[in-house]
């Protein structure tokens, strides 16, 4: 009775042996990562344990088991040992130039006072040649611990700045990029006086005697001649900071795990510097850019580009700004400030919009129209709502935007889902400027309004995430975090019925970033087909403690299957 047993060992044997795989001979991947956690932000498969890329793209997840059939002799294999990994984080709307920019000069963003600003002031010019320009940008007077004194609504006079810099003139941009500050003599290179008249769309903010206080809102920037009394730079002096400002921000995003930057504004002289940079392997990114202001009929015509080099650049859209900032009172409201009752906001020409619309439904561009007010919302809105009807287009196919979208009137809210307009906000503008929301509207337009996103959502609207960087860090982990959370630095919450959830989250920055321009067939999502544009995180963002989300560092940053960030 014990023989037959034994006897049938070997035979099974035999036959376990020589019987065909029942799994399909597949290619070696070139990089396969295992042992970890893949959140896909994709329903059909949201988590796997592995993930195999050939070339630049996507085209296995499973178990460990079955993307273990991908390894071969020459496949890059990455031990994710416990980690996440995540499709790479997509801008959705930021200021690529501006990031490099900002490198080359004063940093201001984490200044606490005035005071602060003054000291590096003065330490710069200390070291700076006659007549140098001293440039900064990342100040926002509502961070500050204290009113700076003398101070008009609450910004400092320039009398502060000269007394640390008589000779060199110094010119600080607002952390919005909605205002700016200048010192004595840059006024006075720029015939910047008490008769100069604000500029349409801006204000010279003077003191009781109506003199210029250094304060520059919104148009009136354009005032100030930077680089006045100075050599004019040649074109080879031009050409090589423009490619290290684009190399500075190119690390600089690399590095916070955004593989796409959706590009809020550039010019087609930027666009060709992008497309060199590309050619010569020196800018790693993918672009999405909107040319700043439009172009002629011809300049869109010839400027219009789809994934040029292996899908790092697109330019198919306009940006052009309605209005201004909340911080800075340039947002364009149906009612006056709160904290200012005798001022609205400031708007801009809307006729110039109107005809740009034409031209973009004309040149197959996207429109997107910089609005933060509820006026400033409504009238874009009204404006889309004109040209799709005019032009006999759906607004879901045109899928036009509105950049910040951060306060609108209860009766607008719908109309996003209902055109199919996207808004493309900022979670951490949500959390950054919460301190100060309340008093520029009052409790009640506030609440009904202001970074109203799942308002948006449930209406039928869509939503993307972004950073608006320079204007914030570009780091996606911070604003993800604003996003579910909504907690304030001092502990509070912002409107909490407003918060996304982890997973939403994840696609604001994600899939619904890239169906945003158009490019959710090929990003967005670990999906097999698409692009292998991949973060690793230290911890898994969808699923630790809130507290912790801020902890998650990016390990590596993978674009098109290559690392590019370790």
């Known amino acids: 009775m014990n023989l037959k047993p034994h006897f049938l060992a070997p035979v099974l044997g035999m036959l376990l042996v020589s019987a065909p795989s029942t799994q399909p001979q597949v290619a070696p991947a070139t990089l396969v990562l295992n042992n970890g956690r893949v959140v896909t932000a994709d329903d059909a498969r949201p988590v796997a344990e592995a993930i195999a890329v050939n070339g630049d793209t996507i085209v296995a997840l499973g178990t460990n088991a079955e993307i273990g059939r991908y390894i071969g002799p020459a496949t890059q294999v990455i031990n994710l040992a416990g980690q996440t990994a995540i499709p790479g984080f997509i801008e959705g709307h930021g200021h690529f130039t501006g990031i490099g920019q900002a490198k080359l000069g004063l940093e201001l963003m984490n200044t606490k006072s005035w005071d602060e600003i003054v000291k590096m002031v003065a330490d710069a010019a200390a070291k700076a040649r006659p007549g140098q320009w001293i440039i900064g940008r990342g100040w926002h007077q509502e961070k500050w611990s204290s009113v700076p004194q003398p101070s008009v609504e609450g910004f400092p006079t320039h009398e502060s700045l000269d007394k640390v810099s008589p000779n060199n003139p110094v010119y600080l941009t607002h952390a919005s990029g909605h205002a700016s500050f200048a ?32 304060l520059l809102r919104e148009t009136a920037s354009g005032l100030i001649r930077r680089g006045a009394g100075q050599p004019v730079p040649t074109a080879e002096e031009r050409e090589a900071e423009g490619e290290q400002v684009i190399e500075l921000a190119n690390r600089e995003i690399l590095s916070k795990g955004v593989t796409s930057f959706q590009d809020a504004g550039s010019s087609f002289t930027d666009v060709e510097r992008f497309k060199r940079m590309i050619d010569a392997g020196r800018l790693q990114a993918r672009l999405w850019v909107m040319i700043r202001g439009g172009g002629s009929p011809e300049q869109l015509s010839r400027g219009r580009v789809i994934d040029y080099g292996n899908k790092h650049l697109t330019v198919r859209a306009i940006k052009i700004a309605v209005d201004g900032a909340l911080g800075s009172r340039g947002a364009w409201l149906l009612a006056p400030y709160s904290d200012s009752v005798t001022s609205s906001g400031l708007g801009r020409d809307l006729e110039n919009v109107r005809t740009t619309a034409q031209l973009a439904i004309d040149h197959g561009y996207q429109l997107c ?168 995180l230290s911890k898994d963002i969808t699923t630790v403690p809130d507290d912790e989300i801020r902890q998650a560092k990016v390990v590596y940053t993978i674009v098109g299957g290559k690392v590019v960030y370790r």
Do not use: C
Not at 183 to 212: Q, Y
Not at 402 to 411: G, L, S, T
């Open 183 to 214: 010192n004595a003599k840059a006024m006075e290179l720029s015939n910047l006086t008490a008769k100069t008249p604000n500029p349409a769309g801006g204000e010279i903010l003077k003191d009781k005697a109506g003199n210029p206080t250094g």
């Open 369 to 536: 129209l910089h609005a933060i007010g509820d006026r400033a919302n409504r009238e874009v809105l009204n404006i889309y709502e004109e040209a799709f009807r005019k032009n006999n287009r759906n607004g879901k196919d045109l899928r036009w935007r509105v950049e910040h979208a951060q306060h609108i009137h209860r009766n607008d809210i719908p109309r996003f889902g209902q055109l199919g307009v996207i808004a493309a906000m900022q979670g951490i503008h949500a959390t950054s400027d919460a301190p100060y929301v309340t008093a520029r509207l009052g409790a009640e337009r506030a609440e009904e309004g202001a970074y109203v996103w799942q308002k948006l959502m449930k209406s039928g609207g869509m939503v993307i995430n972004g950073t608006d960087a320079p204007v914030e860090d570009v780091d996606p982990i911070a604003s993800y975090y604003a996003t579910v959370t909504r907690k304030v630095a001092d502990g509070s919450v912002f409107y909490p019925d407003q918060r996304m959830s982890r997973i939403e989250g994840l696609k604001s920055y994600t899939l619904w970033a890239a169906y945003g321009a158009f490019e959710e067939q090929t990003k967005g999502s670990l999906t097999p087909g698409k692009l292998a544009d991949i973060v690793v």
